[in-house]
């Protein structure tokens, strides 16, 4: 019914927005996968853990923080972490299937950061997957060495964003600069359907 309209700060779900035919069987086996999920989590070690965890131990908690690389703010979101003794463990929890390169990425660019802002070495830093659905864990070390390449990644990244801007200096883009997908199938799950020229139509 769309009530979530009338509050700002609340969403809907995607399906709900769009009014996308989704069989029962769908909703249910979603349904199922959360629960199962949730279920998993709170009957997990590190959960109990964190119910002990003096509140001194914790460092950030889904914190919008992040860090400044050659005069831009780089963007880092955490779900958890806490130090215990000289070590810092920051966990990361997933709800589906693991993508080893990308987390690979994701991880060392997390140890990155807890290097600069806890000033700890790389090896005290242990960066945990957790995931939910299949109720497995990895533990994610490196060394000072593995790190290295990250600034230059985090850079090529920045290079590669502002290549698509009209102005970079003042972070300006221009709509027409930016074509459609060709492949449609891609349009499905798209979250600015509303705005897109193609949905419009």
């Not at 853990?49 to 914190?63: A, S, T």
């Not at 000289?86 to 140890?111: G, L, M």
């Not at 830093?125 to 995931?131: A, D, K, T, Y």
Request: glycine content about 2%; proline content about 3%; some cysteine.
């Amino acid at each position: 019914n769309r009530h979530y309209w009338d509050n700002p700060k609340s969403c809907g779900l995607f399906e709900h927005e769009y009014e996308l035919p989704i069989e029962d069987s769908a909703w249910k086996e979603i349904a199922r996968h959360v629960e199962n999920c949730l279920k998993n989590f709170y009957q997990s070690e590190i959960f109990k853990k964190i119910q002990k965890l003096p509140k001194e131990q914790w460092l950030e908690m889904e914190d919008f923080s992040g860090f400044e690389m050659d005069g831009v703010k780089v963007h880092v979101v955490i779900d958890f972490s806490f130090q215990e003794d000289q070590d810092v463990y920051i966990y990361d929890w997933k709800t589906s299937r693991s993508d080893h390169e990308n987390n690979e990425i994701q991880f060392a660019c997390y140890s990155f950061y807890a290097m600069t802002k806890w000033l700890v070495k790389p090896e005290q830093v242990h960066v945990v997957e957790f995931n939910l659905a299949s109720n497995r864990q990895a533990v994610y070390n490196y060394k000072a060495a593995d790190l290295v390449s990250i600034p230059e990644y985090i850079r090529g990244s920045m290079r590669d964003m502002r290549l698509l801007l009209a102005d970079p200096d003042t972070n300006m883009a221009m709509e027409e600069r930016f074509s459609l997908v060709e492949n449609e199938r891609v349009c499905q799950y798209c979250n600015f359907k509303k705005v897109c020229p193609k949905w419009k139509k």
